[in-house]
């Protein structure tokens, strides 16, 4: 693979690169075993993976403080990772055991961590994005100081549900920042083919709402671009909305052949603008790790994903009492 060119040195410590390379690169491992599990048939259902856009989610983790909270669609496992969620009970939610976080019953789609301020995991496109408005509205009513990070994606964006949250949000100045995800694809339908607008932010000037573009494939970008539209929010300015141009590398779910795009387009994206390996770059060139540093960081996620792993097959079914848990009625 070719080495990237480095236009500029960026103002960030070697340890805050050794953080964010650690980060996506648990993502990214996680991801891939959790395929080869959902291969092995030992995930059921839909899975939806994340590989390629690490740097959305660790990015605008480093610019969030604690109490901040995070909603968004299905495809969440990296914004569980991200927020410090154990990896053994993310894999053990994916698997459907009672080790999961939300005992098994949530799976791929619908985990939670109340101790991590992470509010799901949403199956219905869109529907997460009222919910991350509500969520900042106790925040404002709390006047706590926190912002809500509600994740969405391009083909969300289209949803009649999302302009009804920016009108409220907008209104009321509620403290939250919308994440539009933008992979290029919502399903199987290219932006270009389902938008009527390059880019979806403009789409927030109808209500007063600030926004704009931001290189999801850059993780020192997203975060530059987080701590903007955070200041923004504790400043009491209301919403603020990001979209963050990313790409995802396998197919809508595992059970997308993603037949609508060429390998050649994919693999251009991954030599040109992965995430992972700019970051990588960034390190060697700079001389803050070496080849063998680099390797012991792998060795180190990828003993903690096959731990994780481990955890997740070992770890019993839910008994059939927990049909009867965790309900309203």
């Known amino acids: ?56 989610v660790v990015g605008l983790e480093a610019a969030a403080r604690e109490g901040d909270k995070r909603i968004t669609s299905y495809r969440d496992h990296g914004h569980m990772l991200a927020c410090g969620m154990d990896p053994g009970g993310v894999m053990a939610e994916l698997t ?86 933008n992979n290029q694809y919502a399903m199987g339908t290219s932006q270009a083919r389902s938008t009527s607008t390059k880019d979806i932010y403009h789409r927030g000037e109808a209500f007063g709402i600030p926004g704009e573009i931001v290189n999801g494939m850059d993780v ?28 995802r590398y396998r197919g809508h779910s595992m059970s997308d052949p993603a037949k609508y795009r060429t390998r050649e387009e994919v693999q251009k994206v991954r030599e040109q603008s992965d995430p992972i390996e700019h970051v990588r770059d960034l390190l060697l060139t700079g001389k803050h790790a070496t080849e063998d540093d680099l390797k012991a960081i792998d060795k180190e996620i990828k003993e903690v994903v096959n731990q994780a792993a481990e955890f997740s097959k070992e770890s019993p079914e839910p008994s059939l009492d927990e049909l009867w848990t965790d309900i309203y009625a």
């Open 220 to 247: 020192l970008a997203v975060k530059a671009a987080g701590e903007k539209a955070v200041a923004h929010c504790r400043a009491g300015k209301g919403p603020y909305i990001l979209e963050v141009k990313t790409y």
């Open 1 to 56: 693979m070719a080495a990237r060119k480095i236009t500029k040195k960026p103002n960030v410590s070697a340890e805050e690169l050794k953080t964010y390379y650690r980060e996506m690169l648990l993502i990214r491992r996680f991801e891939e075993k959790a395929g080869q599990l959902y291969g092995m048939g030992l995930i059921g259902g839909f899975c939806h993976l994340y590989i390629g856009q690490e740097a959305v």
């Open 96 to 181: 459907g055991r009672e080790g999961g976080l939300s005992k098994g019953k949530g799976g791929s789609m619908h985990m939670f961590s109340k101790e991590k301020h992470f509010y799901g995991g949403h199956g219905i496109v869109g529907a997460q994005v009222p919910l991350g408005a509500g969520l900042a509205f106790a925040d404002k009513y709390k006047e706590n100081g926190g912002v809500t990070f509600t994740y969405f994606g391009d083909g969300a964006a289209n949803q009649g549900q999302v302009y009804e949250t920016f009108n409220m949000a907008a209104i009321w100045d509620l403290p939250v920042i919308f994440v539009i995800e």
